[in-house]
């Protein structure tokens, strides 16, 4: 087992939101993470359509993942979406994270969300804040 995917495993175990929200776990290394998961009738808003909150809920679960898996704690301090595509009930989402810089103190994180036909229906990005606090896995 990897360092990597011992942290994720700590921190989803201990995340039931992640947990509701149907979050699957594709891959995870340094630096990374793809996440899965389906759109049900209660994530939808009075348009039909999910709330916007869904894709950036699964967009940050997999940004926390990857921003925390080099060992470091990291806490999100600056983040953006552009939902660039409506997402429906049924819709099989894939959050894909991956680590844009690096530094002692801070990280910045690009996620691509997709949906089932590979289309671009999200796009996030964020920084977190390194803490120096070592995860104790």
Known sequence: MT???DIVDAMYNNDPFSRWLGIERIEESEGYSKLRMTVRKEMLNGFAV???GITYSLADSAFAFASNSR???AMSIDTSIAHTRAVKEG???IAEAKE????KRTGVYNVIVTNQV???VAVFKGT???NGTEWDV
């Open 3 to 5: 360092k990597a995917k």
């Open 50 to 52: 999910a709330h916007g």
């Open 71 to 73: 060992g470091i704690h």
């Open 91 to 93: 819709d099989v989402l």
């Open 100 to 103: 844009i810089s690096l530094g």
């Open 118 to 120: 590979d289309k671009v």
């Open 128 to 130: 977190v804040f390194r």
